[in-house]
């Protein structure tokens, strides 16, 4: 999530998601609305020297169907799994011959989201 991004679709007044740092509020609507066609999914992660925190959740036909899931630094990861790899499950990624969900979608390739974009000019 950007500041850009974050900036353009708060919506003020409205809920937000319990227990994420960056979600703008409103966005919980706008991600159920989003699955009405399949499911959509929220995410975070925030690490620094190779600990970190995670959260996730998933909506689909409006409703949601994972989480909210939250891992603190220094907790280990459930049986199922980090919260974002079962979030990442929930919406059809297979780990394969990878360590998880996450390595698999290949989401450590970058350390920030705006490396995820293409340059401006």
Same mark, same amino acid.
């Given at each position: 999530?950007?500041?850009?991004l974050?900036?353009?679709?708060? =919506?003020a /007044?409205a809920?937000? $998601?319990?227990?994420?740092?960056k979600?703008?509020a %409103?966005l919980?609507?706008?991600?159920? &609305?989003?699955s009405a066609?399949g499911?959509a999914?929220y995410?975070?992660a925030?690490?620094?020297g190779?600990?970190?925190t995670?959260s996730a959740q998933?909506w689909d036909?409006?409703?949601? =169907?994972? /989480?909210?899931?939250? $891992? ?7 049986? %199922?799994g980090?919260p974002i790899?079962? &979030?990442l ?9 990878h360590i998880?969900?996450f390595d698999?979608v290949?989401?450590?390739r ?6 995820w974009?293409p340059?401006?000019s």
């Amino acid at each position: 999530m950007t500041n850009a991004l974050f900036d353009a679709v708060t =919506v003020a /007044g409205a809920p937000e $998601l319990a227990g994420f740092w960056k979600a703008p509020a %409103g966005l919980g609507r706008v991600l159920a &609305a989003c699955s009405a066609t399949g499911p959509a999914a929220y995410i975070e992660a925030d690490y620094f020297g190779g600990t970190g925190t995670q959260s996730a959740q998933v909506w689909d036909a409006g409703k949601v =169907v994972l /989480g909210p899931l939250h $891992l603190g630094e220094q907790e280990t990861f459930a049986a %199922g799994g980090s919260p974002i790899s079962q &979030a990442l499950r929930r919406l059809g990624a297979a780990r394969g011959d990878h360590i998880d969900e996450f390595d698999a979608v290949g989401l450590g390739r970058h350390r920030h989201t705006d490396d995820w974009l293409p340059p401006t000019s």
